[in-house]
């Protein structure tokens, strides 16, 4: 048998020398605190007031814009209310001339429970009526609900 090999490769260079492992990297010597000053007192008043006359102002602007923006929350709110209810009442308007062959001024006929804000028949006869709302507060718009037109910010004609 011949001891040549077709696969090796003549023109490899040697594997380099094995090298002993580095020895372990001695570890930090222990090294104490440093000792800090304390802060005085005066320094931290000073930081104390300097946030608070930074707070503040922010504070200010946050409430110079979220105040109105609430108030007219407020407001809207108050609208869809008492749109709700005079429309709530056509609705019982409606029902009683099915019934009755006309309509009425007498809210007590109507048979509903009393609206949350200011309602009141304003005219009923037997071809239409006319209702008026607004808020009990006083806040938001008078609404009005015409047989005819719907409800509008309009008085009825």
Sequence with gaps: MSSFDPNADFFAAPPPPRTPPAPPVPAPAFRQPVQ?????????????????????????IVGAVAIP???????????????????????????????????????????????????????????GYCIGGRDADGEGDAWYYSSSAGISTTPCA
């Design 36 to 60: 800090r000053t304390p802060v005085p007192t005066w320094a931290k008043v000073l930081i104390a007031i300097g946030c608070v006359l930074l707070v503040l102002p922010v504070l200010g």
């Design 69 to 127: 923006v609430f108030l007219d929350q407020r407001s809207k709110a108050a609208d869809v209310q008492v749109k709700e209810d005079v429309q709530a009442v056509a609705m019982a308007e409606e029902n009683y001339a099915m019934a009755h062959g006309t309509y009425t001024t007498d809210p007590l006929a109507l048979g509903i429970a009393a609206p949350q804000s200011e309602v009141v028949i304003l005219a009923a006869d037997a071809v």
